[in-house]
């Protein structure tokens, strides 16, 4: 059997071993990585392969037509067997996703990975935030429930704001003026083929520039490295199985339901977006549409930039650190706080 | 404290903040998913209703009812329908709370935005006066106390209020949930719509249409929107379906008299005439009703059995009349006697005496029997039809003709005398060849009226005649004589004597033969050796 494969594929196998075992087997793990707080940027790199998966089978039934979308997510979610395991498995693994992608952020923050030479780095992963967020929000949107029609409309509507460029963003993001059967399918292709592309993608390039730096290590730690393989590896195994034992209790215990069916004549009373947006959400409720949206723009490219304005607005490593913590610290509080009211007052 | 614990802290208790709070969020908002309730927003004076009404405990269900309402959904709160001015016949302080509301919220309320739907109510015979403007009195059968949860709880949906307005929207639409699955359930209909003079709901429940829906219709979403010319999203249609739901060519209307052409619970059943200026002809209702049938029927299915079911209302008026002949013969002859009040006549006996036998078969043959055989005939109900129908309308007029030998009659005696068959059938006759379903090969073999050899012409001069005088339309009537040319084929006659007819046929006579020697052998021959206690 050996031979039979080794006559097709005449590659030379010591090499190829040693190779994965200089990637892989042997990759040298500094020693903070043994604490567990400090290692959380695998957690979003196992939910997308379950994302991809579940994905997968739900396209399986889904249709993206106004007229069957909603249907169909009932069909999955009611008739087909497990369908509503799949779609928890799909729903929650977004949401922990999400969640799992800020805790990184946070770490990467607090320990200042993000510095010199790894201001690219930090870019990318805010950029993969970025992606996620939209593979979120269309992937809610292909629902079709009332909420999630209405979420889309306004959600889109913001994109009519964008100086220049907006209205048509809007068009060719609707496929029309208004969220219809074009939105739909526009959606599904971008839900399912250019976004995971995307994300794919920069997943590969993010972890490549991580391998080639090496991973940041804060200061402070004794210095040294051990294999990636067992104890690294299996660290991984114990948390995939951890997340897999978790979204699958979630997805029992509090499966997504389907709401009302979309009815694009029938504005509802309240329209809100998934609890991700909330903070932007209850912003833009708070001041002026345009003036919001531009904070909300300054602020975002403030974080994305944030590698190059660090040292601009601090020239003391001390004072840097400190105004790191008391930002990284203001911001998680000020984000919390705006989703809790947001959640409390619907 | 030294950076790196500071870092590892900072971490451990944001990722803990973050999970807990975020998964929370997330919980919660999956939660929301899981049911459909709409998000509700309770105005002022509403919270203020719904605070002292659960204080005092008064009819607090209906706030559970309300909020699950569209109105709560839409903002509509307590006052909107129940705003009152101080001169309102209704109006009304709150004892507790001293709030002026409106005891009654009218037609008149509802029509502040549903005006269209309380129009069309208001033109439909559902509001017509009739029981008032024909009443005969029957409380002085029934008095006046057991009208009131009698006849009126359902006649009042007729009711004219103090404002004008007419009628009452909560009949249909049960407060304050207005929900439009309970607006279309049978069962709301057959509230009313029930009992010995018009078992609608009976009928019904008898149909296919009816058993279609105890079958599946636990399954369909009964709140459906009807309005925006879509086909009918139900497999079988209930009640409200036919007589008001609209479909890709009718609009739904709250004007059940849209659609109906024939007027067959009254004491002669005729083409509708109501509101002919706005609501057309009875054959324009005719074609809505159609028009609703054919989103599952096929045309020719549809007009075949709308056709018999007219001439089953045109054969019960013939049936009526010899009712009335035998009842004005009786009370000329002085055999009866109409109730008399102050030197008046208080009864009418082809209407509403009550006191002599062939009056009460003469008011039960119209308002209880002569209905149902028609009303079964219109929806599908083959035993009102037959059994609590014809079958009893025949039994009356037996009854009521005997009476009249017991009485001294000569013509009834002569009339209970004469043993040939044809004496049940004292009235001209309506027929169809064949019937709706299909083509029947042995059925029509078996009518006695079928020997008559000029059975079928008598018939269609019958029916040319109601043709003739607008009570058939044209294209009833060509569909009629389309049957009559192809008599064999529909009677089915002509495919009486294939040999695939003819071996069925036989099989079954065979059986039937043995059938009949086993009850002759184990009942009617049977002898028991005990004595019956009756003898010595």
Known sequence: MKIWIKERFPIDYAKFIEITEKIFIKEPIPLHMKKWVLAMGTTPFILFPIQILTGILLAFYFIPSPEMAHESVRYITEEVRLGFWVRGFHHWGANLMIISIFLH???????????????????????????????????????????????TTVGTNMMAEMPLIGNFLLELLRGGPDVTANTLTRFYTLHVWLLPLAITLLIVLHILILRLHGVSEPEGFK?????????????????????????????????????????????????????????IFLFLKWVPLNIGLLIIGLAIMGIVFWPFLEPLLAKKEKHRTILNFIIGAVTIITLITFTLIQTYTH | ??????????????????????????????????????????????????????????????????????????????????????????????????????????????????????????????????????????????????????????????????????????????????????????????????????????????????????????????????TKNEPIPIEAPVCVTCHMDGNEKQPMTHNVSARLATESQATWSYRTVWDEENLGSWEVKRDRMESICMSCHAPDF???????????????????????????????AGIIDRLEADGKFFSNPVLNGWDEVPEKMMYYSWH?????????????????????????????????????????????????????????????????????WGISTMVNTTPFVYSYEDYWDRVKSNVETAYNNGVLSEDQ????????????????????????????????????????????????????????????
């Open chain 1, 105 to 151: 952020m946070m770490r990467v923050f607090f320990t200042q990975s993000f510095r010199k030479p790894r201001e690219l780095n930090w870019i990318l992963g805010f950029t993969l935030l970025g992606l996620v967020m939209t593979i979120s929000f269309t992937g809610y949107s292909l629902t079709y429930s009332q909420v999630s029609y209405w979420a």
């Open chain 2, 368 to 436: 209880h029997e002569g209905r149902r055989f028609r009303h079964g005939a219109e929806m599908m109900g083959a035993d009102f039809t037959q059994w609590h129908g014809i079958w009893e309308l025949q039994h009356n007029l037996v009854e009521m003709i005997t009476w009249a030998a017991e009485h001294g009659d000569k013509e009834a005696h002569k009339w209970v005398n004469n043993n040939h068959p044809s004496k049940f059938v004292p009235f001209a006759l309506y027929d169809i060849p064949g019937n709706a």
């Open chain 2, 477 to 536: 009537w060509e569909l009629w004589m389309k049957r009559y040319e192809n008599l064999d084929h529909y009677l089915g006659v002509k495919y009486k004597d294939n040999p695939e007819v003819k071996e069925a046929w036989n099989m079954y006579k065979e059986r039937d033969a043995i059938d009949t020697k086993a009850f002759i052998k184990e009942a009617v021959n049977l002898k028991l050796p005990g004595k019956p206690f009756g003898a010595k």
């Open chain 2, 302 to 332: 549809v007009e075949t059995y709308l056709l018999t079911a007219d001439l089953v209302n045109l054969q019960y008026n013939e049936m009526r009349r010899t009712f009335v002949y035998w009842t004005k013969k009786l009370t000329a």
């Open chain 2, 1 to 226: 404290m030294e950076q790196i614990k500071i870092q590892q802290w900072l971490i451990g208790i944001f990722s803990v903040l973050l999970i807990v709070t975020l998964m929370i969020v997330a919980t919660f908002e999956v939660k929301k998913t899981m049911k459909y309730a709409a998000e509700i927003d309770v105005d002022k004076s509403t919270a203020q209703c719904i605070n002292c009404h659960e204080i005092e405990h008064i009819a607090v269900t209906q706030i559970a009812a309300w909020e699950k309402s569209e109105h709560a959904v839409m903002g509509i709160g307590c006052l909107e329908c129940h705003s009152a001015e101080a001169d309102d016949f209704d109006a009304q302080r709150c004892p507790e709370s001293d709030v002026l509301i409106a005891r009654h919220p009218t037609p008149k309320d509802c029509a502040e935005c549903h005006e269209d739907q309380v129009n069309e109510f208001a033109n439909s015979k559902h509001a017509h006066q009739f029981w008032l403007l024909k009443n005969a009195d029957r409380s002085i059968l029934e008095m006046p106390i057991g009208t009131k949860h009698g006849c009126e709880q359902c006649h009042n949906i007729t009711t004219i209020w103090p404002d004008g307005s007419v009628g009452e929207c909560d009949v249909c639409h049960a407060k304050h949930s207005f929900s439009m699955e309970v607006a279309r359930q049978p069962e709301t209909c057959g509230e009313c719509h029930m009992g010995p003079d018009h078992p609608h709901i009976e009928i019904y429940n008898e149909s296919k249409h009816g058993n279609i829906f105890k079958a599946l219709g636990g399954d369909w979403d009964m709140g459906y929107n009807t």
């Open chain 1, 223 to 279: 210095k040294g490295y051990y294999a990636f393989y067992p104890s690294h590896f299996h660290k991984i195994i114990i948390v995939t199985l951890f997340l897999l034992s978790f979204i699958s209790l979630l997805s029992v215990a509090l499966p997504p339901g389907i709401g009302e069916p979309a009815d694009p004549l029938t504005t509802p009373l309240h329209i809100k977006p998934e609890w991700y947006f909330f903070p």
